[in-house]
């Protein structure tokens, strides 16, 4: 439940997210909650974990399997597919989402089953300058809420070219270790190798620790692009970056840049992810649109109100009440009551009470209610008209 106070806040971090996403030209899209399961083992992927371990499926009435959508990235791309809104529209797309999404795993400080994301998609005309304006906009978000050690931990997963040649060297690496690794590494060893260096088993870290680096195995092409971002990044004012060739992030559809923000506490210890994002490549073809490259970005919102309020929050965040109306008797009543109906349909935020009070209790609840002004109406009041 989130409810008064902190209720303001998550306001203040929602309507912040959009205003930032509105100054890069991204449209709000609303999708559904619900949607087919397919739909997320087609995009995030059947090696990931959100897709084997975390989602929370079923079947409806008519048999059909429905998914609590886990992420918004394909819900986005679905209706991109289904509504043709690639057709005569100045390409990139740009789109930018609030919302619930709900994932089973260990609920911790900031992180929860049903959780809200914003996130921003930018499908159609790919470039390095996207990618960095993208990364930007998250960086941008975050230092506008005060954060003031953001760092964006970033890595290449490189072209097709790329990652089919470091696919085949950890296949070779991993070889002689898998046999006495968890089940999710054998099952991934077969799926997807790269998840393996996402895995939070402390033995197999140790031996994920010491595989072959992707860097290693960029094309000339790929690290070039990557150069070309890391470049940009400057140009866009983010100087603090932090090269991570095991970042591989949990979702199957990225296949270029990915990036993560990391914050830091106020004695320079990393506290972890509070979003990432990433380039992909055939996400929209494999859902059933046209060959159109995108990047997009996400960051949970509990997780940055958890950290928001422990590092950043110095005081209270109301919303301030404009009028509070203090009616003295039944006559006086009715004219607040006019009074009150003006008010709002000017735009003013009123409280009005429609108990009798004392002044004493009546000016003690405007208040409590935090109001800019207090209106106090009588029979003298209403006798002179004022």
């Not at 760092?151 to 696919?167: A, F, H, M």
């Not at 939070?200 to 070309?228: G, M, Q, T």
């Not at 004493?360 to 106090?376: D, E, G, Q, R």
């Amino acid at each position: 439940d989130i409810y008064n106070e902190e209720s303001n806040e998550y306001s203040l971090l929602i309507n912040q997210a959009s205003n930032i996403a509105e100054r890069f030209n991204y449209v709000k899209m609303i999708t559904p909650i619900l949607e087919s399961t397919n739909l997320f083992v087609r995009s995030v992927g059947e090696s990931s974990d959100i897709v084997n371990k975390e989602m929370y499926t079923f079947l409806d009435k008519g048999g059909r399997s429905l998914t609590l959508r886990p992420e918004v990235t394909a819900g986005i791309m679905r209706s991109i597919a289904t509504n043709k809104l690639y057709a005569n529209a100045e390409l990139p797309l740009k789109y930018y989402y609030v919302g619930p999404c709900f994932r089973y795993e260990r609920p911790q400080a900031g992180r929860y089953r049903q959780f809200h994301q914003f996130g921003i998609e930018a499908v159609g005309n790919p470039s390095a300058q996207l990618d960095a304006e993208t990364i930007s906009l998250g960086y941008l978000y975050l230092k506008s809420l005060k954060f003031s050690n953001v760092k964006v931990v970033i890595n290449s997963l490189g072209d097709e070219e790329t990652r089919i040649n470091y696919r085949n060297a950890l296949k070779q690496y991993f070889s002689q270790y898998i046999e006495n690794m968890c089940e999710d590494c054998k099952r991934r060893f077969e799926t997807n190798p790269l998840r393996i260096l996402d895995c939070k088993v402390p033995e197999d870290n140790e031996i994920a620790k010491n595989a072959p680096k992707l860097s290693d195995f960029l094309s000339d092409n790929a690290r070039e692009y990557f150069d070309k971002v890391l470049n940009l990044l400057k140009l866009f004012g983010i100087d603090n970056v932090v090269i991570d060739n095991s970042l591989v992030r949990g979702l199957d559809y990225y296949t270029g840049v990915v990036w993560e923000y990391h914050i830091s506490s106020n004695d320079a210890t990393d506290v972890g992810a509070i979003g990432g994002g990433g380039h992909y490549k055939n996400l929209l073809k494999e859902i059933g649109g046209p060959d159109l490259e995108g990047v997009g970005l996400a960051i949970g919102l509990e997780r940055a109100h958890y950290l928001w309020s422990t590092l950043v929050k110095k005081e209270p965040v109301d919303n301030k009440l404009d009028f509070y109306i203090a009616p003295m008797g039944d006559n006086a009543l009715e004219v607040g009551i006019k009074f009150a109906t003006s008010l709002r349909e000017k735009g003013y935020s009123v409280s009005i009470p429609y108990e009798n009070k004392s002044l004493k209790s009546l000016l003690k609840s405007a208040s409590k209610s935090n109001a800019k002004f207090a209106i106090i109406i009588g029979d003298e009041e209403i006798n002179n008209d004022n």
